[in-house]
């Protein structure tokens, strides 16, 4: 590679300029995100959740929901180091982001690709997942194991004879499943490109089956050593039932017409992406590993986005990945050879000018959309603060993220509030509600948030019996305080702040 002044530059400079462009991007494209409180409540489980293991609770035991406890533990570990502000959160989750992409660039490079080439697919990678609110802005949980998928190919593309080498990519995919079973695709299509690049290359079925093993038992390793975990401290049924049974168990759309709608949604919404996909999947210029690896690959990430039934948009994250892997290589295929409907796109002033539009409108988005002074969850927060004392306890039928906020452990084990009040939720994971509210009656939470017209079975008999009306928002969530504390209050022992303005006065 080199400058703009033809000196050439060395491939560790023009890896580190790479990489740095590509955070940079990323952060550019996402700071404005790092201001709400709540974008994803499936990001908000997580903070809150890694709380509780922070605080010595267990997941699936003490606090329960439907993921492997990978995303978790990565919070909890994150939070461990650099503190549990939101804002730091998200920006460690847009360096997951940049890093990604880098790792696409070096992916592609070990694939045959141009260096190029796999800086135009990272940089695809990030206005995919940078974009569209639900799409890819939250943090979820495929921005993590899309890191360890992309790694995992990284290493399984390298050279060398030895099978420490499929032995650490199945490791990477294992650590990537125990954040989300959905990449059991991706370990799949490395088996299958194993057997069949190997079949090709004449090698023997001992030496293909070797590689396989060592592959396989990667994948399988993590993943195993979960279930000693759980099984050592005698929950390894709750941990198997609430991770792979209870997702099993929800209804789902099978309806062809859903999912022509689903992925049609994805494809218009990012139709430049799109036609590169396409372009480069057909066109033989580009490397036989990109368009063979790349085709199985989305295929399998399609399906793994399609198989749940359920119209989640950053599902789709996942299969952004092999999507840039492969629209990338648009961007090597010679003008010339290149349809002219679309020729045109390749030119610098053209080029320039879309990218330039992609970014004002990837930062000018999130800057109207999160504004502070519409984070309902934290002036709750900071409403309820003002009255809280260190033994008090809360119960947030509404945002669970007011948990964190309030530096306070859910008195329920199911922290996501929608568990507790829909029936398929109640019906797939078997909760008893009447176990639940006994908790939270058992812990006499000074407040109760919630919404009445939409609330946990009991929780409003509750607050009608124990409770008053401290304030009611605009769109119905209602603070109740415990009567006892209550009328203290009103004696002069706890001095009431004044209500911001989004509250008003029952």
Known sequence: MHDSAG????PVTASVVALLTFILLSVALRLF???????DHDESSYIVIADGILAGRTYQVDYIDTKPPGIYLIYAGLMALFGGAIPML???????????????????TRAGGTPAEGF???IIYILLTSTWHHWGVAPNTEIFFNLFTILAVWVFLGSGETGSRFLMAGLLLGLGFLIKQVVAFEAAVLTVFLLWTSHREGRTLG????????????????????????????????YLFHSFVVPSRYPSSRDFLHYVKFSG??????????????????????????RELGLLWSAAALAAVLVPGRYFEHYFVQLMLPFSFVAGSFFAIPRASLPAWIRWIRRPTVGYSLLGLLLLTGIGYPALAYRPDDDTPRLIAERVRTHLQAEDEV????????????????????????LTREQRHIQAMRIRIGDELERIVRARPLFLIFDPEDAMEGLVEL???????????????????????????????TPHAESPDRFRSP
Do not use: N
């Not at 995100?33 to 974008?39: R, Y």
């Not at 989750?93 to 940049?98: C, K, Q, R």
């Not at 279930?227 to 049924?237: K, Q, R």
């Not at 039928?397 to 996501?416: A, F, M, S």
């Open 7 to 10: 000196q050439r530059i060395s």
């Open 33 to 39: 995100s790092f201001l709400p409180s709540v974008i």
């Open 90 to 108: 998200r920006l460690i989750a847009t360096l997951v982001i940049g890093s990604t992409a880098f790792l696409i660039q070096r992916a592609k």
């Open 120 to 122: 135009a697919a990272g």
């Open 207 to 238: 030496s293909t089956l070797g590689r396989a093993a060592m592959l396989t038992l990667g994948v399988a390793t993590p993943f195993l050593l979960s279930l000693c975990y759980y099984w050592s401290i005698g929950h390894l049924s709750d």
């Open 265 to 290: 949604d994805f494809l218009l919404r990012f139709l430049p992406a799109t036609i590169f996909f396409v372009i480069a999947l057909r066109h033989r210029s580009v490397g036989r590993i990109t």
């Open 395 to 418: 119960y947030a039928g509404y945002h669970q993220i007011v948990y964190h906020l309030l530096d306070r452990l859910p008195p329920t084990r199911y922290v996501q509030p929608s």
């Open 463 to 493: 607050a009608r019996s124990e409770y008053e009306t401290m304030h009611r928002l605009d769109d119905g969530v209602m603070i109740f305080e415990r009567v006892d504390r209550r009328r203290s209050d009103r004696d002069g022992s």
